[in-house]
């Protein structure tokens, strides 16, 4: 029979463009969050970090917002590149640093095409 | 650096083996993380090692699975026996401490037959 899997949302960008991807958290003591890039048959790769001290943070072509009060996070990639094609994953780190523990909560991803 | 390895790259099994899945960490990370991916859930934490010891393993689905780390620069994933649920792409990672960026390996791609 057919397989159920995840429904990831793809978002579609023309070469050049800017494109934003979002992801919303689900614990509001989380207080660390990165972002990663999946491609085809490869691990994720670290992409942009950012810590709940802040709401925004810049790379090279690359943005990450963070608005607490809605628990939501974007990914800004700034002159969409084929080579961006993959699948983007925000992670938050659900830590209690007290303790000493952490628990990564990663979200289901998003697909980015970028046409030419 | 080489990065994160980790082996086999690909594992066939029969229901009811044993299967070792080895990984090395980057060379001065004191954090280890294994993760499952799968179509159906994603990627989810299994269980991380802070300086070779286990942390957190709430994440283990159940006494079938089994991580260790005799030392900062070897772990395993254990899975015994194994079943056909068990077949997806589990990965490694490892940082410098636990609240930093994770640095993925490429993954074994594990299929149970």
């Known amino acids: 029979g057919e397989s159920v899997g995840l429904h990831l949302p793809t978002l579609s960008v023309q070469e050049g463009d800017n494109s934003i991807i979002n992801c919303a958290y689900s614990n509001s003591a989380s207080d660390y969050f990165i972002w990663y890039k999946q491609e085809s048959g490869k691990g994720p790769q670290f992409i942009i970090d950012i810590r709940s001290n802040m709401d925004k943070r810049q790379g090279q072509r690359v943005t990450v917002l963070l608005n607490k009060t809605v628990k939501h996070l974007s990914l800004q990639i700034a002159a969409t590149q084929p080579g961006d094609s993959a699948v983007y994953f925000c992670?938050?780190?659900?830590?209690?640093?007290?303790?000493?523990?952490?628990?990564?909560?990663f979200g289901t991803g998003t697909r980015l095409k970028v046409l030419a | 650096d080489a990065g994160v390895i980790q082996s086999p790259r690909h594992e066939v099994t029969e229901m009811g083996q044993e299967v070792t899945l080895r990984c090395k960490p980057i060379s001065g990370h004191n954090s280890l993380f294994w993760y499952r991916q799968t179509m159906m859930r994603g990627l989810e934490l299994l269980i991380y090692f802070n300086n070779n010891v286990p942390i957190d393993d709430s994440g283990m689905p159940e006494d079938r699975f089994s991580a260790k780390m005799p030392n900062a620069s070897f772990s395993t994933l254990k899975i015994q026996p194994s079943e056909p649920r068990d077949s997806a792409v589990y990965f490694c990672?490892?940082?410098?401490?636990?609240?930093?960026?994770?640095?993925f390996g490429p993954g074994t791609r594990l299929t149970v037959t």
């Open positions: 992670a938050e780190n659900m830590g209690v640093r007290t303790s000493g523990t952490y628990k990564y909560i």
């Open positions: 990672a490892s940082s410098l401490g636990a609240d930093v960026e994770q640095y």
